[in-house]
């Protein structure tokens, strides 16, 4: 399974762009980007996914290098609420099995 | 909107005791699984299943064993609790497509005294 790694913590605050890098060097060609995030006390929220392209939804943006060796997830205006873990996990065919890291904890402050 | 259901918020069980965890999707998913959350140590995965009656072991599987006798549930069994499978547990459900979105339920968090 391609690992990844993310740094342990980061802050933000609030209004501003939160930058979130992972690298995942080992990915194969298969093998999907994703973002989850876990506020204290809930199970984990899925935020989006990609292959090469980058990704837009509503939640944030994600920029996979050309390389696909390393992603950012880009929360365009961080609020308290965006305040939790975030986990970039990279997985491919349906079956594999879907191993977390130890996610980057963001807090964003006022 | 997918709908991962677990079926105890909390539960405290003595040591010793067999414990059933049930997980229960109502999406059609093929792929479920079960991952104990620790402090310090993120998110591991215990069991997954990819079918009815099929299973898998995660980084994790000992002390625990699984069922799918029916494909909307996956249940995490704990042959004898033991103080240390003192955990928060999270079931998942994962939808297949040209992206996999995987679904959480709200967890479980087993206290063995």
């Known amino acids: 399974d391609a690992k990844t790694t993310q740094p342990t913590s980061m802050d933000c605050a609030e209004g501003r762009a939160a930058n979130l890098p992972c690298n995942h060097s080992?990915?194969?060609?298969?093998?999907?980007v994703y973002w989850y995030r876990q506020i204290h006390s809930q199970g984990p929220q899925y935020i989006i996914h990609?292959?090469?392209n980058n990704e837009t939804n509503e939640m944030a943006s994600l920029i996979i290098t050309e390389d696909r060796k390393s992603s950012t997830l880009i929360l365009p205006h961080a609020t308290l609420r965006d305040t939790a873990v975030y986990y970039c996990?990279?997985?491919?065919?349906?079956?594999?099995?879907?191993?977390f890291g130890g996610g980057t904890r963001v807090l964003v402050k006022p | 909107d997918v709908k991962v259901t677990q079926s105890s918020r909390y539960l405290v069980k003595r040591t010793g005791e067999k414990v059933f965890l049930e997980c229960v999707q109502d999406?059609?998913?093929?792929?479920m699984f079960w991952y104990r959350q620790d402090p310090g140590l993120g998110l591991r995965l215990i069991y997954f299943?990819?079918?009815?009656?099929?299973?898998e072991k995660g980084d994790i599987p000992e002390g625990y064993s699984v069922s799918r006798e029916k494909k909307e549930r996956f249940s995490l069994i704990l042959e004898s609790a033991s103080t240390n499978q003192t955990s928060m547990y999270l079931c998942a459900s994962l939808e297949e497509g040209p992206g996999y979105e995987q679904y959480f339920g709200p967890g479980t968090r087993l206290t063995v005294t």
């Open positions: 996990i990279v997985f491919g065919a349906a079956g594999n099995k879907l191993t």
């Open positions: 999406m059609d998913h093929e792929n």
């Open positions: 080992t990915i194969s060609g298969n093998e999907y």
């Open positions: 990609g292959l090469k």
């Open positions: 299943s990819y079918d009815v009656k099929m299973k």
